[in-house]
């Protein structure tokens, strides 16, 4: 093999849209004229479509974290007893931020592969009355574990707590009806379901959020989520603003709406049933079985074998990038996203490489038996037989 074309499959980035990354080349706009501001209006409307909510939706300059930070220090006070839903890296994430800021946290622990259950974030409220926030991540992209945010929503909606979900990588992949589930803060990036480079955070903010920032005393200047609102009220970015990430965003969002969130979450969802199959079909066994998350598919490494290895070959063998694990888990697991820009020839590809690199490395294989299981779930799905003579 010589030509071998670099294929993007990790849980962000993630591949390109092209017209998004064409539109890039038309960013030599001033951000402080008519033409941004008409740009950055449709951008901050459209963005409440696809968030599918009425709520205010603020984009920063920054990763997903930074917008996780915002929430942390924008609405709350030092002090607060919060609640913080750990299964992962990046619920760990939270519990560093929280104590941080100064904040409170009661940690709800649930080990790597697992979720913390609706019941037991009921159960912490039901003991601290006084919880102001409970965190949360819809997808932990570390394990390939989702969480139940319906339910957990369900808990919170009848206490004082405020709901903060870093959806950095469930937007897209996971239905969040924020709206309707009352999700207070949803977090998004630009590189994850978005298709845009890295760059941009979203947060969408409710009312009982915003009333809970008018008494925060917790410090913040750039992240300063009142000022942005201001700011966009005007058609504009309270700081100098990424904009061909911009430009580039709103190109992304028409084709969201051209094609629908909901189909792009169904993209999403098919692209995992169908990699879930065809793993377990070749004999491996799923990290995060109980709770599979739409955005990411995380796989065990056969016994003996560091899944280090199985990333490198996909690398260096196929120009395929896909994840290790993180923290404890590098080494252990392998992680294969489907979110965003991702479709059937992508994952066809990715499984049929697998079969070779286990092969390669003396684990027995049936050629083609994983890709078939992608092509049935894809059959069933999206094919329905055609009656001759009909």
Wanted: glycine residues 8%.
């Amino acid at each position: 093999m010589h030509i071998k074309k670099q294929r993007l499959l990790t849980p962000g980035p993630t591949p390109l849209l092209p017209r998004a990354l064409h539109a890039m080349m038309a960013s030599d706009v001033h951000h402080r004229t008519q033409d941004f501001q008409r740009i950055y209006r449709q951008v901050l409307a459209d963005l409440k479509v696809v968030f599918g909510t009425t709520n205010d939706v603020l984009p920063l300059v920054s990763s997903g974290s930074g917008a996780m930070e915002a929430a942390v220090s924008n609405l709350f006070r030092r002090g607060d007893k919060v609640i913080v839903c750990s299964a992962g890296k990046f619920g760990e994430r939270w519990v560093a931020m929280t104590k941080a800021f100064g904040l409170d946290p009661v940690v709800l622990e649930a080990p790597y592969g697992s979720v913390v259950s609706p019941e037991r974030v009921e159960e912490a409220l039901k003991a601290h009355p006084e919880t102001r926030g409970v965190f949360v991540q819809a997808s932990e992209t570390s394990t390939g574990a989702a969480h139940d945010i319906q339910n957990m929503a369900a808990a919170v909606r009848n206490s004082e707590a405020i709901f903060v979900i870093d959806a950095i990588t469930g937007l897209g992949t996971m239905p969040l009806d924020i709206d309707g589930w009352g999700l207070d803060v949803v977090i998004g990036g630009s590189q994850k379901a978005f298709m845009i480079p890295p760059g941009l955070a979203f947060l969408s903010i409710s009312k009982k959020a915003w009333e809970r920032a008018a008494s925060c005393d917790l410090p913040h200047f750039y992240f300063d989520l009142k000022k942005e609102l201001k700011s966009a009220q005007n058609g504009e970015s309270s700081w100098t603003p990424a904009v061909s990430l911009i430009i580039s965003l709103g190109e992304a969002l028409n084709y969201i709406k051209e094609l629908g969130m909901n189909k792009l979450i169904e993209n999403a969802q098919l692209l995992a049933r169908a990699t879930r199959a065809a793993v377990v079909r070749l004999g491996l066994e799923l990290f995060s079985p109980a709770s599979p998350s739409a955005s990411v598919t995380a796989v065990k490494a056969p016994p003996g074998m560091d899944s280090g290895v199985i990333v490198k070959a996909f690398r260096n063998d196929f120009g395929m990038i896909i994840a290790n694990g993180q923290g404890s888990m590098k080494g252990q697991i392998f992680r294969i996203a489907h979110l965003g820009y991702f479709d059937f020839a992508d994952l066809f590809a990715v499984i049929g490489a697998l079969e070779i690199i286990l092969h390669t490395h003396g684990y027995p294989v049936e050629f083609g038996k994983g890709v078939a299981a992608v092509q049935s779930v894809l059959a069933e799905a999206a094919f329905p037989k055609v009656t001759v003579g009909a």
